[in-house]
């Protein structure tokens, strides 16, 4: 019976091993996690302009909406061209486009719905025009 017993108690500690074994094998096959790719550097003069992506335009177009939302309600007056006489009335400079109504002209799709979108939300007269 002694001899029954060692046998037993072999076989445990083979399984034991094999066991051990199989973890380490299969922990040591997992993939590695992904390297990171080197950031693009700077262009310190802008002489290049790189690929803008269009999540950035997206970002732009939502940072735009935000600041049109909560923008100052007293915006300055509007630039006088020529001074009022007594019979014409002053003459004013249009307002710049805003940059919402450039990107409706943007090559990717995403950015034009998007500036749409942000053009409808902040309620711009000037966007009816280019929308329609």
């Known amino acids: 019976m ?4 060692v ?3 072999e076989a445990r500690t083979q399984a034991g091993l094999y066991w051990v074994f199989s973890i380490v094998l299969l922990s040591a096959a997992c993939a590695s996690a992904p390297t990171v790719p080197p950031a693009s550097p700077a262009v310190p003069d802008g002489s290049a ?3 803008i ?3 950035e335009k997206i970002n732009w177009i939502i940072r735009l909406e935000d600041q049109r939302l909560v923008r100052d309600p007293n915006p300055p007056p509007p630039v006088v ?3 009022a006489t007594s019979r014409v009335p002053q003459v004013v400079a249009p307002l710049p486009p805003s940059d919402l109504i450039r990107l409706l002209d943007d090559s990717e799709a995403r950015v034009r719905r998007r500036a749409a979108l942000a053009l409808g939300r902040v309620g711009l ?4 025009e280019p929308l329609t």
């Open 2 to 5: 002694a001899k029954s017993s």
């Open 7 to 9: 046998v037993q108690r």
């Open 49 to 51: 302009v790189g690929v």
């Open 53 to 55: 992506s269009w999540e």
């Open 81 to 83: 061209l020529r001074a």
């Open 125 to 128: 007269s000037e966007a009816v």
